[in-house]
């Protein structure tokens, strides 16, 4: 099976910038969808951004287009999240996942990795 693991979070300062990893191990099939979600205390998951694995065609949430920008390293078989211009909004604990489809990492069974806990203040 496939194992996501993330990397990257902390505290910084809002208006800061912050890069997200994830690196997939394992058996990557049915895998061609990447993208992050996240959540914060008391709110529900929620879709930040996704990327194609083969075609790199992305999708983001409203709430980050223009701040969040996802990409891949197919070498390093790693997907990022670069921030920027970070809210205290956007604090929470943000999560890989990974599905067939973009499509389907709305709205099938996904494979999550532990999460990263990302920190704005004020």
């Known amino acids: 099976q496939v194992q996501l693991i993330e990397s990257g979070g902390g505290l910084v300062q809002a208006g800061g910038s912050m890069r997200l990893s994830c690196t997939a191990s394992?058996?990557?099939?049915?895998?061609?969808?990447r993208g992050w979600f996240r959540q914060a205390p008391g709110k529900e998951r929620e879709f930040v951004a996704a990327?194609?694995?083969?075609?790199?065609?992305?999708d983001y949430a409203d709430n980050v287009k223009g701040r969040f920008t996802i990409s891949k390293d197919n070498t390093k078989n790693t997907v990022y999240l670069q921030m920027n211009n970070l809210r205290p909004a956007d604090t929470a604990i943000y999560y890989c996942?990974?599905?067939?489809?973009?499509?389907?990492?709305?709205?099938?069974?996904?494979?999550w990795g532990q999460g990263t806990q990302v920190t704005v203040s004020s």
């Open positions: 394992g058996r990557t099939d049915n895998t061609n969808a």
């Open positions: 996942a990974s599905a067939p489809t973009i499509t389907m990492l709305h709205i099938s069974q996904k494979l």
């Open positions: 990327i194609h694995w083969f075609s790199g065609n992305t």
